[in-house]
């Protein structure tokens, strides 16, 4: 993965609504957006995912929030989305 967000800029956001390449400004190179939400401390799952971004590689990876809750991982799930920055 190129860049891991935890929160998307408003800037980034703009370049989601025109459709151009947050490296390039190109509309012309397609563009992966990986967007993760609703973890909600369920770390076998995020570790999950990660592994399957890594076969992806999308360009950005943007973390939504809802990273906890009750769950027994919780604040493993925050240290390993940190480790990712």
Known sequence: MKRFLALAPLRWLYFLQTGNNFQTGNKNYPMKLA?????HGNLPA????LA?????????VVVNG???????FSAETVDRIRSLD
């Open 35 to 39: 967007i993760l939400a609703d973890i």
């Open 66 to 72: 809802d990273l906890i809750n009750g769950a027994p």
């Open 52 to 60: 399957a971004l890594e076969r992806i590689q999308p360009d950005y």
């Open 46 to 49: 995020l570790e999950a995912v």
